[in-house]
């Protein structure tokens, strides 16, 4: 059974960081692209950032470039968002996706097909 777990959100002061971890399992991680995505409250889900587990290719958004970095640990099956400066309207729920990656890198949530349950983040002023 395929399963992606989000992990190390929480409250955080503006200008502060957090680095959000999925942690897949069940997956044959090579064969897939992860993604990261946000929906703020009242708003849209948006895409941040994917990463190809394969070769290392990742793809940023506009919603927080320059601010945030994606990386990926093939042995512990692990992917990494790392996010800098937060700023309050980057509060939201976070979650991984998964993709096949032979349809190459996406950052829009419809062309994902597996979900994690997401997890709270929230910057405080």
């Known amino acids: 059974q395929r399963q992606l777990v989000e992990s190390g959100g929480g409250v955080v002061q503006s200008g502060g960081s957090l680095r959000l971890s999925c942690r897949t399992s069940g997956f044959t991680v090579d064969f897939w692209v992860i993604g990261w995505f946000r929906q703020a409250p009242g708003k849209e889900r948006e895409g941040i950032a994917c990463i190809d587990m394969s070769d290392g290719r990742t793809l940023y958004t506009d919603s927080m470039k320059g601010r945030v970095s994606i990386s990926r640990d093939k042995e512990k099956n692990m992917v990494y968002l790392e996010m800098n400066n937060l700023r309050p309207e980057d509060t939201g729920v976070y979650s991984c996706?998964?993709?096949?990656?032979?349809?190459?890198?996406?950052?829009?949530?419809?062309?994902?097909?597996?979900w994690g349950q997401g997890i709270q983040v929230t910057v405080s002023t």
């Open positions: 996706a998964a993709r096949d990656r032979f349809y190459g890198l996406a950052t829009r949530d419809y062309e994902y097909s597996e």
